[in-house]
């Protein structure tokens, strides 16, 4: 389960991860940081001058790609 902390911060499960880093990569580049949480998945922040809403909507559009594809498994 992936879960929005704030604005601008959202705890990725393992399975969404991959497609998240590739969209929020592509859409910001080097203003997105990863952090592993042992057990809980990777924390993503982007940083304070990144467009929060954008960094949402990439977001969410990435969960829901990862999520579609696992259920077609």
Known sequence: MCTFKD???VMVCDVAIGQVRER???AFGEAIQY???HGKGTLV???STTDATRFQAVTREAIATSQEAS???
Request: aromatic share 0%.
């Open 7 to 9: 604005e601008q911060t």
């Open 71 to 73: 259920l077609e498994m």
């Open 35 to 37: 952090t592993t949480v």
């Open 45 to 47: 922040q982007a940083s």
């Open 24 to 26: 929020l990569q592509e």
